[in-house]
């Protein structure tokens, strides 16, 4: 038998290491020099325990942190927004905005973190999801200084940006970002106020160019606030939970006035947007259908929980009221973050 | 009159009844409650009655959908059972419904959006992937022999389901979470078909395996006692053989197609069926074949009603009730 | 080799030798790699399924049912060579099955289930089956391997009762020497697949030819009690 009988890249869970493979070769065929090994790695893992700084994130308490990974795509958003742009390192998988971020090294996303990755950028605060409670714990043991984001109604995102500032020591700045969204969110408000309330279906995923396993928005989240305080009744209000699938049976009894589908596919064009809108005339008797009232919208900047929510707002305050909503209409639906679609009628 | 001709003939007739009451009963029950007179109310025009909307647009193509899916599950489990020679073999068993699943996964996760003449992208690839795992289950079983051996296709069969199912797990880990959850909804099963369209997509498959299954019963006969005993008795067994696993097969990619991976259908029917009108196939294929539409007819009005109003998936509520009867069917037997 | 139409032929071998073989080949349920298999002149590859079965009707060593089908069922699956494609079987066949099951005195058993039988009520079940088939050959693969001394007495006497009483040409492949002697007029052997001695018992069944085929020393003489030969096997040789 000989050394490398058996061994090929990777085996037992070495790695692909071919300096560490030669090790393991050696270890296999004689038995003395393999203990000797084993002693040594562990002698230095625990030396590497106890060292100070380096692999552990800062000691210090008070210390404003500099180096910050972001795996949420909302809290991205909200980080470059208070002004904490230049100390992001690594962002996730989803984000998308702002273009800066589109030169960030990528470290997974909810279900999906890159671990290693993370602790190799050696960062000093990491934002994550509430579930991820294995990447907390690891990190927890690294050292590293870790925030929670969580965000649930449309105010708990300016409070998230209050208190993501008040954590990174740019408070101010913080505020002020903070407050000009709650006062363009209130100008919205405003515009519509008086104006009837028509009931509207908000999709947020269904299977495409058919009407089966249609997800609408609950009585509760951002996105039924932003519904709310565009001047509208979500037809499935009363349901609370953030999110539930609609049977058909539902959708014909609640005759919503209005259908807005979110989908967040960046490259689509008008011709898909079309397509999708063909699949509800399947429902002629609902009234939006009827009425030619059903809008697709497309982009990150409609499902994403943070700063850009005005421009969610503004969009459903557009396509509910129309000119009535005194807002102006500019850019197409497929242009990410830029103006409000236009209203297309189904015709 | 022969026992098997009066046997045939009280089954037909009892279960016939029982499938058509599910289909025309089962329009009237949801979370939303519907008047008949109100439905049919010729003066308020359609666009405007929404008693008829709910009727004929939500719920009666989901009671018929639920007859069709039914009937070629339960019809499909007595068939793949006497192929098999195993009556605890499924429409599942062969990895049919894992090919469907993964289909369904990928145009889920690909967001493939396309549709063929009103079939969305998902249900194409669902039957697509029902042929694929057809025919590589099949191409194993015939590799090594000139005949057709059961019991590799078994263990092809299994060992496809497993790599299958292994490769659905790995598609739902990179699709992202919302498609994930999409993807694990589609798994559950669901008969909301909002229109006849798709149900009519799926009707010359079904179609086509149920003539193929009015020409099996005997075979299944011989085939469930012995290869050799049916050889013997004037069987084409290769062929016998053959037509049971495609058109068995070839039911069920319709059916997951139409309603996704609906299990317990196939493996329940038989045997209550069995245990009421006999093991002889010519009695026992259209027996479940019925039974079976009345059973998912059934469990989709739990479905919906149950905890109104909020919808249950119709697959656990056959998962629910195939579950404890699997394991009192294991109690009895000793 | 050639069968006599009304004869009763037993096919000896050792294990392996090919006995089920030749009765697949018999039954027109394997196809010859060279020459052919004849029934009456015509060829068995010529003879479409269904005819063939209403000719030659097959018992085979073993049966294990999937489902649990009762006895008359089982005796009815006989008579499926005679039916059209979705043709129910009618009175006739009724009575033709439920004759089959008198013949082979498991009248009483029609309303049993299959598998609640005893091995011995299973084999004649199984020959009432291939009864109903009213075919002129039956050939039995090792019909008493798994049987009791009793049932294999039952067994035997019945088929020499079919032969006599409904001239049925009979084959039986066995082990079972003395099983063979009593009850087959004449004998094929077979060895590795090939066949080395045919013809009357008396003169095929000796010492000789049972050392030649199984390598056992056995003591061949007519026993005046039995009435037929009687093989009592003494040593083993070893053969390389």
């Known amino acids: ?347 | 009159m022969t026992d098997v001709r009066r046997r045939l003939a009280a089954a037909v007739a009892a279960f016939g009844a029982l499938a058509a009451a599910a289909v025309l009963a089962a329009p009237l029950a949801g979370s939303t409650p519907i008047r008949l007179d109100r439905v049919f109310d010729r003066s308020v025009p359609f666009a405007d009655n929404v008693d008829a909307q709910i009727f004929f647009i939500a719920r009666l193509p989901r009671a018929l959908a639920g007859a069709l899916v039914g009937a070629s599950l339960a019809a499909a489990g007595v068939v793949f059972q006497a192929l098999l020679r195993n009556p605890l073999a499924t429409p599942f068993t062969l990895g049919v419904s894992a090919g469907s699943a993964l289909g369904a996964m990928l145009a889920i996760t690909l967001r493939l959006h396309l549709s063929l003449w009103g079939v969305s992208a998902v249900t194409a690839a669902s039957f697509a992937g029902a042929v694929c795992a057809v025919a590589i289950v099949y191409g194993m079983a015939r590799a090594r022999h000139s005949g057709f051996s059961t019991n590799v296709l078994l263990l092809a069969g299994v060992t496809l389901n497993a790599f299958f199912s292994a490769l659905i797990l790995f598609v739902q880990y990179v699709a992202d979470s919302a498609e994930a959850l999409r993807t694990v909804r589609w798994l559950m099963g669901n008969l909301d078909v909002a229109g006849y369209r798709p149900i009519l997509a799926a009707l010359p498959l079904c179609a086509l395996s149920f003539a193929a299954f009015a020409w099996l019963p005997r075979a299944l006969n011989l085939l469930s006692l012995d290869a050799d005993a049916a050889a013997s008795r004037g069987i084409d067994v290769l062929r016998a053989q053959r037509v049971a696993f495609f058109s068995a097969s070839m039911a069920t990619g319709a059916a997951v197609s139409l309603g996704g991976p609906i299990g317990f259908i196939g493996i329940i029917v038989p045997h209550l069926v069995r245990l009421i009108v006999g093991a002889d196939h010519r009695v026992t294929l259209p027996a479940s074949a019925l039974f079976g539409a009345a059973f998912l007819v059934g469990a989709d009005v739990a479905a919906r009603t149950v905890m109104a109003p909020v919808e249950l998936p119709v697959g656990i509520i056959t998962a629910l009730v195939g579950g404890p009867f699997f394991l009192w069917l294991l109690v009895r037997a000793r | 080799m050639a069968i006599d139409r009304g004869r009763i032929v037993g096919i000896l071998g050792p294990n392996g030798s090919g006995k089920t073989t030749l009765l697949r080949l018999l039954a027109g349920m394997l196809k010859p790699d060279a020459g052919t298999v004849t029934l009456e002149g015509r060829s068995l590859a010529s003879i479409p399924r269904a005819a063939l079965a209403r000719s030659i009707a097959v018992v085979p060593q073993e049966t294990h049912l999937a489902f649990d089908y009762s006895v008359l069922e089982i005796a009815l699956m006989g008579r499926y060579p005679h039916l059209g494609t979705f043709q129910l079987e009618g009175p006739r066949d009724l009575a033709v099955a439920r004759e089959a099951l008198v013949a082979t005195g498991t009248a009483s058993l029609e309303r049993r289930r299959f598998s609640t039988l005893s091995g011995g009520e299973k084999q004649r079940v199984v020959i009432a089956s291939a009864l109903a088939q009213e075919a002129e050959i039956l050939l039995l693969d090792e019909p008493t391997a798994s049987l009791d001394v009793g049932s294999q007495f039952d067994v035997s006497a019945l088929l020499a009762r079919l032969n006599r009483d409904r001239g049925l040409t009979i084959v039986v492949a066995t082990h079972d020497l003395n099983f063979a002697a009593a009850l087959c007029g004449s004998l094929v052997m077979l060895s590795a697949g090939r066949l080395i001695a045919s013809g009357p018992t008396g003169e095929t069944l000796t010492s000789l030819s049972i050392q030649a085929l199984y390598g056992v020393v056995a003591d061949v003489y007519p026993h005046r009690a039995a009435g037929h030969l009687t093989v009592v096997p003494l040593r083993r040789i070893r053969r390389d």
């Open chain 1, 1 to 347: 038998m000989t050394a490398t009988e058996g061994k090929g890249p990777g085996v037992g869970g070495w790695g692909p290491g071919a300096g560490r493979r030669a090790l393991g070769v050696r270890g296999r065929a004689r038995t003395p020099a393999r203990g000797v090994f084993a002693a040594a790695c562990l002698v230095a893992v625990a030396v590497l325990l106890q060292l100070p700084g380096g692999a552990r994130g800062p000691q210090a308490p008070g210390r404003v942190p500099q180096r910050i990974v972001s795996i949420v795509p909302s809290a991205t958003e909200v980080l470059f927004a208070i002004g904490a742009g230049p100390r992001v390192a690594a962002v996730g998988s989803f984000e998308r905005f702002p273009p800066e971020v589109e030169r960030l090294p990528r470290v997974g996303a909810l279900l999906d973190p890159d671990v290693e990755r993370i602790l190799s950028l050696r960062p000093d605060l990491v934002v994550v999801y509430a579930s991820q409670t294995d990447l907390r714990a690891q990190l927890g043991r690294a050292g590293i200084p870790v925030y929670v984001y969580t965000h649930g109604s449309l105010a708990d995102i300016t409070a998230g940006m209050r208190d993501l500032g008040a954590r990174l020591g740019l408070a101010a700045q913080a505020e002020s970002a903070a407050a000009a969204v709650e006062r363009d969110l209130a100008a919205v408000r405003a515009s519509v106020a008086g104006l009837p309330r028509p009931r509207a279906l908000l999709v947020i995923g269904r299977e495409p160019r058919a009407l089966r396993a249609i997800t609408v928005s609950g009585g509760v989240g951002f996105l039924h606030d932003l519904l709310d305080l565009a001047g509208a009744d979500n037809a499935f209000g009363d349901v609370p939970r953030e999110s539930t699938m609609a049977a058909t049976e539902a959708i014909l009894a609640r005759r919503p006035d209005v259908i807005i589908e979110l989908h967040y596919d960046e490259r689509a064009t008008e011709r898909d947007a079309d397509l999708e809108r063909l699949a509800w005339k399947a429902l002629p008797g609902v009234p939006a259908v009827k009425n030619g009232r059903v809008h697709v919208l497309y982009g990150g900047a409609f499902v994403v929980p943070g700063p850009r929510v005005v421009l969610t707002a503004r969009a459903f305050a557009r396509l509910l009221h129309g000119v009535r909503s005194g807002i102006p209409s500019s850019g197409t639906a497929s242009a990410p973050g830029a103006g409000i679609p236009d209203l297309t009628p189904v015709t």
